[in-house]
Each structure stands twice: as structure tokens, then as C-alpha cells.
């Protein structure tokens, strides 16, 4: 097994790691692994763009604020929020410096700034609605250039290394060969993304299978209010698109959604209409398929005219037209689907957690900024004043030593033995559809136990499977899908409340007592009883 050693170990290549790298390697050398093509991560697919005061005139620091704690329902922390709004220009700015294309009005040059729900004043600078494939696609070139960044695709990681003390050492990772190499750093920051794969329906790339959140909870870190999944509203329903998202941005340029017989209905649900925050919309779409048993709604923005609709929306515009629909002329046949997890590994916005040498930044960290519900696009906002942070934080932590790991320090990797695919892909496709139908956007106490029930036998299968077969890449992808399911089902179940992104019909007011977060911990009596394969050992 070879050992590879770096100043900082960076987990995952979306805008939070990618520019985490740009901002560190001024000061230290900088590896960063990638699981599949370092271009796929759910940045690149990020379509609305950033929300950010770049408009003093019509907007201000504090109303950003104001939104941003409104839509988090009491849940925020207020200096998170603070210095992710405050500092977000400066970083836009950085941004643009790099290279990246923000959309610019024609005669003026002035940014072009969308309005999305929630907001209530336009700040959010994209580029089309092709913005995360922008910022990805710049923050790329600009590390391929960078000496001192060291970019590894295919290498997908396994397991955390922690050292006799608790310090994490860096990680275990496997090759696209299948080969098993050991990564060691000064420090390591998680990036991973997000992990909208545990559901059935998703935004997110196939790539987004929680490996972060699983990673830091087997070494011990807090996993904070994994309850708070955001679904997006709107996803393109056809048989055969996947992964289609629809920009919340359509709405805030004046789509309406209808009923399948052409009703407005947004308005029976919420006075702010189409631009309610994502959790309202979403409920209010579930609700009307429920009542009336069609499988889809209606997203209708084709009063606007073709040519404007092509220059502003060119990703959604072609990708509909791709599967036979002209949204210049037709409405688009929309349904919701995991997209955002709020919660994640706990963390500062400087990425700092709970164990010593590891830090998380963007989707895979909670630092506080979104709350029970995140505002639209301050995601990216977060990730990359999250990035900047961290990698200021880390200037001076970083250690020339010769850390030789010892036995029981590096997780063991046995040999994978051949196993049918059909049996992973079975336990894959139900731990998916038990997320889908038990814990979606309406949740219950019955809905809940059922899913902790059956995510424990698809735990205890992929259990035995790991200590039988070992180490592979779909192996391991199933493990971590099945233990951040097991997560998210445990944090909805101690929240007897709705609030935010979690309803529970049982419990549909906001309960005051609630106002604080869902912390989970391995070895402290709140999470899940097996380890799905992960090596046993002391976490506190």
C-alpha cells in the first residue's frame, strides 16, 4: 500500500475545494482527490448562481441577512450569516478576477443581478443559468496552471485515517484500478459535496452519495441537522431525463406553476406566490399531485418571448427542447427532487469540526449559515467565503513531520472478492426508494419508524457484504448511501416539530423548545447501531 504525502489533503473538487486549493497554495503545497472526472460535482450543475450585495443602492448587508434568517426559521447562527453575507462581494470579486463570466447588461456593464424565492431585492449574479459550469469549469483551468496544486482523479475515498490521539492524518482512497493508497497531510478538509443519492430523485450527479458526512461520522466527528433536506422545487419530469434541473430562476423571472388543467395554485398556499421559499414550494407541488394523482405539475414561463428565453436560460431552453418541449411555447412538465442536504458534518464557517486536523467545507459541512432551510443560491455564496476562511486559518498549522502511521492507525483494506452486481444494485435501488417514499418532503412517526426498520436491514447486508467482499468502489458507495440514510432518518426523529425543510404531519407546528440543532455522534447512544463496515473502534 503506498503512502502519499501532502501539506493539506483536500476531499473533492467543487467550487469549496477548488478554491480552498487556489487560496492555500500560496502558502503550501496542495493535493486534491477527486472521485470520478474532477469537473463532476454538484457545482457544475448549480444553475441559478450566488447571492450577494452587489447592489448597494437597492439592496444592503442587512436585508441579505434578514432573508437569509427568515428562510432559516430560527435555526441560523447569526455571525455565520453575518460574515458570509459581508465578506461575499469581496469573493465575487476574486472571482472575477479569475476569469469567471457573470452575466453584464448590455448597455451599462453593470452585473446582471436575478431574484429568486425568498429574496426581496435581486442579487444573485450568474452567468445564464450555466453559472456552476462557469465557476467550475474557471476554478479548474486555474488549478491545472497552479504548480503547487496536485489534482488526482479517481480516487475515491474510503476511510479517514486518525491517529492514536484522535488527529486526523489524511485518508485511505481507492484507485480507478482498484488499487489502495494512503494519503497523509498536515490536514485534511473535506469537500465532498452533498448527497442527493440517497433518494430516489435527485438534482445531484451520480457522484453525491454522502462519502463526507459517512467518513467524518465513523471517525467521530457531529453530524448536525441531517432532518433539513432541501428539495428543489422543479426538475424536468420525462421518462427518459435524469437529473434535469429546472432553475428556481425561471420563477423569479415570472413562471407560474399550474395544475395539469391549468390552474394557478401557488397563491392558495402562500402569499409570495412562485418566489415562497423552496421548502413551501415544494410542499405546495407534493400536496397538488397528492389530491389530484398526476405525477407532474406545470411550469409556465412561455408568456416570455423565444429569443429572450434562449439568451437567458440557454442550458434549460436546450435541455427541454432536447426531450421535444419549447418552453417559448409550452409549459414544462416539472416535479420535485432531492437537491441540497442543509445539514452536514458540524462545522465554523472556517471549516474547524470537532476533530483535530479536519475541517469541512461547502455542502458536506453545517456551519450554520442555512439553518432549517437554506436561502436560494447562497450555497455557493457559503462555499466559497467558507474556502477563503480555511485556508487563512490554515496558514499557519501547517507541519513538516514524518508521521509514520502505526498499526491499527490506517483502516485495514482486504482484497475485493467477485460479487454480482445485481445484489448491490438491489440493496442500492431500495435503500434509495425507502429515503424516497419514507422520508421525502412529508415525513411521519409511522413513516419513520417503517424506514428505520428497513434501512437496518439493508445496514446488516451491506455489513456482512463489506466484511465478506471487501473494498470496492460500489461497495463503498452503497456503505456510505445506507449510513447517511440511517443519519438522516435518525435526526428527522428527534425533531418533534416541523420546521423548515423537515414536516412531519404528526407534529406540524413549530415548536419553540426545538429552536436548536440535531446533533449526532457516534458512540453517544444517537445514531445508527451498526457501523456499515466501517472498522469498530473508540470515537470519544
Not at 469537500?191 to 467524518?216: C, E, F, H, Q, R
Not at 457531529?222 to 424536468?236: M, R
Amino acid at each position: 500500500m503506498a503512502l502519499v504525502r501532502s501539506d493539506i489533503l483536500v476531499i473533492g473538487s467543487g467550487a469549496a475545494g477548488l478554491f480552498f486549493a487556489l487560496k492555500a497554495s500560496e502558502y503550501a503545497e496542495v493535493r486534491v482527490l477527486t472521485k470520478k472526472k474532477a469537473e463532476q460535482s454538484n457545482t457544475r450543475y448549480a444553475q441559478g448562481g450566488k447571492a450577494s450585495v452587489m447592489d448597494e443602492v437597492r439592496d444592503s448587508f442587512e436585508l441579505h441577512i434578514k432573508d437569509t434568517i427568515e428562510a432559516g426559521c430560527g435555526l441560523c447562527d447569526f455571525e455565520s450569516v453575518e460574515i458570509m453575507v459581508r465578506e461575499g462581494p469581496d469573493r465575487i470579486e476574486e472571482l472575477i478576477d479569475l476569469g469567471v463570466r457573470f452575466s453584464r447588461d448590455d448597455s451599462s456593464g453593470t452585473l446582471r443581478l436575478g431574484r429568486e424565492g425568498g429574496h426581496t431585492r435581486p442579487r444573485i449574479v450568474h452567468y445564464g443559468d450555466l453559472t456552476g459550469r462557469e465557476l467550475e469549469e474557471t476554478l479548474l483551468r486555474a488549478c491545472a496552471s497552479n504548480p503547487r496544486i496536485e489534482l488526482e482523479e479517481d480516487r475515491l475515498a474510503v476511510d479517514l485515517v486518525v491517529d492514536a490521539q484522535g488527529r486526523v492524518r489524511g485518508c485511505l482512497a481507492i484507485l480507478g484500478d482498484g488499487k489502495i493508497h494512503t494519503y497523509l497531510a498536515s490536514n485534511t478538509v473535506l469537500a465532498t459535496g452533498g448527497a442527493g443519492k440517497i433518494y430516489l430523485y435527485t438534482s445531484n450527479p451520480d457522484v453525491a452519495t454522502g462519502d463526507g458526512i459517512a467518513m467524518a461520522y465513523a471517525a467521530g466527528a457531529e453530524i448536525e441537522n441531517l432532518e433539513f433536506v432541501q428539495f428543489h422545487p422543479t426538475c424536468l419530469y420525462h421518462t427518459d431525463a435524469k437529473s434535469r434541473l429546472i432553475s428556481e430562476a425561471l420563477r423569479g423571472e415570472g413562471a407560474v406553476l399550474r395544475s395539469l388543467d391549468g390552474r394557478e395554485f401557488m397563491k392558495e398556499y402562500d402569499p409570495r406566490g412562485e418566489l415562497a421559499p423552496r421548502d413551501i414550494v415544494a410542499r405546495a407541488i407534493d400536496s397538488e399531485m397528492k389530491q389530484s394523482g398526476e405525477k407532474y405539475v406545470l411550469l409556465d414561463i412561455s408568456h416570455r418571448p423565444g429569443d429572450w428565453l434562449r439568451e437567458r436560460f440557454p442550458f434549460v431552453y436546450e435541455t427541454c427542447l432536447e426531450f421535444g418541449i419549447d418552453i417559448g411555447a409550452e409549459p414544462i412538465p416539472v416535479v420535485p427532487a432531492a437537491h441540497y442536504m442543509v445539514g452536514g458534518v458540524k462545522a465554523r464557517i472556517d471549516g474547524t469540526t470537532a476533530l483535530d486536523g479536519l475541517y469541512a467545507i461547502g455542502e458536506v459541512a453545517n456551519s450554520g449559515c442555512h439553518g432549517a432551510n437554506r436561502l436560494a443560491s447562497n450555497s455557493l455564496l457559503e462555499s466559497i467565503v467558507s474556502a477563503a476562511r480555511c485556508a487563512a486559518l490554515l496558514k499557519g498549522k501547517i507541519e513538516k513531520d514524518d508521521y509514520i502511521p502505526s498499526d491499527g492507525e490506517i483502516p485495514v483494506a482486504a482484497d475485493p472478492k467477485d460479487l454480482e452486481t445485481v445484489i448491490l444494485d438491489h440493496d442500492w435501488d431500495l435503500a434509495r426508494r425507502v429515503m424516497w417514499d419514507y422520508v421525502g418532503i412529508v415525513r411521519s412517526d409511522e413513516r419513520l419508524h417503517l424506514a428505520r426498520q428497513r434501512m437496518g436491514q439493508i445496514g446488516q447486508t451491506v455489513s456482512m457484504l463489506f466484511d465478506e467482499y471487501g473494498i470496492s468502489s460500489d461497495m463503498v458507495e452503497l456503505r456510505n448511501i445506507a449510513l447517511v440514510s440511517s443519519l438522516v432518518i435518525e435526526s428527522a426523529s428527534l425533531r418533534k416539530e416541523s420546521r423548515g425543510l423537515h414536516y412531519n404531519m404528526d407534529w406540524p407546528e413549530r415548536d419553540p423548545a426545538m429552536e436548536h440543532a440535531t446533533i449526532l455522534r457516534r458512540g453517544q447512544g444517537r445514531g445508527p447501531a451498526t457501523t456499515y463496515g466501517y472498522r469498530e473502534g473508540t470515537t470519544d
